[in-house]
């Protein structure tokens, strides 16, 4: 505000002595200064010129009024320190910004240092704490030392508050994306979701919001390691082989890391080693274009723990699926032989079932339950008398009632499952024979063609939980 000539330069040496030229770093510091005196913008890039804090130095961002201010910190979330003056535009310019930045913005993480040319217009205690104001100097007081030290005490407590936001947005990823990968019922599923969390999680701490972070997965085989999954820069070789997709440097420097799971980090890459007794070798690669931090690798090795165990959880849930496929063909076989039927007709009724049931506009995972049950169709059979079942002539009506009969014995053999396959069988089993017109049987159902105006349709497994 006002002309800062009373400001003193006589320790303008102590940052020689302290600082190096930071030219070289490309994710300086973001910092504000709002004042609507130019001195005071001269004079704070003059004392600040060879800052450097961690190996960062400082992006200085000037605004000469309260529309400017505003416009910055939109334009940059990821400003640091605001060095505010208090009366600009209006007495009160500065705590309406302070008030936009914390209420409109919802900006919590900035640093907001408030300066005022005019002593003993210093704010009450009260509108420092109720306006989330970090620190108040009066501009006389900040010569290049003090300036030095309020500027470090403000980032430390700047990068402390972000460290805990991205711990926090780290975990939460983690945890959005084992649940995520929980409903996923195929492996590309898997690799796709595992991606995809390993990079959020990097991306949730880099204030740099233009850095693509690249990321791939592959699998070993017989062919080498083909990519199944990949992101940014790697996003068109899906297909291709490692090898062809990276550096020679860097692909050698991968092989060296395959002989042990792991979570594994070389400068600005991580790659994640997933090996297991279930499944083949996977590899995650990510790229980056900074290191990574201390925060950033633990959260990474957290999740690269959660990703084994759910791996392997869906191994075995595959294995489950694939042996309970394997028992339901079995079993509907036991049947097809004992009746004659002409081979592989419990396959062909099971993906004439699929692919019904999909024309239908059921889920692929629902078709699937309908492909998997739908062999134990004539399950009720093994109860029928091979002279009734085998008779190579017309049955009588007697014969034929007894027949009839295996629809409800199918049903009755497999009504008690919990598990949706088999509830699905056991309507299966009862249901196979009835006719759109009523004339099937056991229980002559009529197919509703119209929707009534008070009941609509059923979905799948509302019917299997409720029905059964």
Known sequence: ????????????????????????????????????DIEVHRVTKLVLKNFKFQERGLEILSAYSEAQVKEQICQHPDTAVIFLDVIMDKEDSGLTIV????????????????????PGQAPEEHTIENYDINDYKEKTELTSKKLFTSLITALRTYQHIT??????????????????????????GFYDILLKGLISIVSAGRNNVSEVISGLVCVKDDSGF??????????????????????????????????????????????????????????????????????????????YSNAIVNLNNLELSHEIESTQ????????????????????????????????????????????????????????KIAIPDEILNKPCKLTSEEFEIMKAHSQLGYDLLKTSSRMTLKAAAIIALQHHEKYNGTGYPKCLKILRNKKIYQNGLLLKTVLLNFL
């Open 1 to 36: 505000m006002n002309n800062i000539s009373q400001m003193e330069y006589d320790d303008l040496e102590i940052l020689e002595d302290v600082v190096e030229d930071n030219s070289n770093y490309t994710t300086p510091w973001k910092i504000i200064v709002a004042d609507d």
């Open 99 to 118: 008030k936009f930045i914390r209420d409109e913005l919802k900006n919590r993480s900035v640093r907001i240092i408030l300066r005022t040319g005019q």
């Open 163 to 188: 460290e805990l936001e991205h711990s926090k947005k780290g975990l939460e990823e983690i945890i959005v994306s084992t649940t995520d990968i929980f409903s996923r019922h195929t492996k590309d």
């Open 226 to 303: 083909p990519i199944v999954s990949a992101k940014g820069d790697f996003s068109l070789n899906v297909g291709l082989q490692l090898k062809d997709s990276v550096s020679a440097g860097d692909y050698l420097s991968i092989l060296d890391f395959t002989s042990n799971s792991g979570c594994y980090f070389s400068d600005k890459n991580v790659l994640l080693c997933i090996k297991s007794e279930l499944n083949p070798l996977v590899l995650v690669y990510i790229k980056s274009n900074h290191d990574f931090s201390y925060m950033e690798k633990n959260l990474l090795s957290i999740f």
């Open 325 to 380: 496929k394997e028992i339901l063909y079995t079993l509907g076989g036991i049947a097809e032989a004992r009746s004659q039927e002409l081979g592989k007709h419990v396959l062909r009724v099971a993906e004439f079932s699929r692919i019904i049931a999909l024309g239908y506009g059921l889920s692929v995972e629902e078709a699937d339950i309908i492909a998997q049950a739908a062999p134990m169709h004539d399950i009720g």
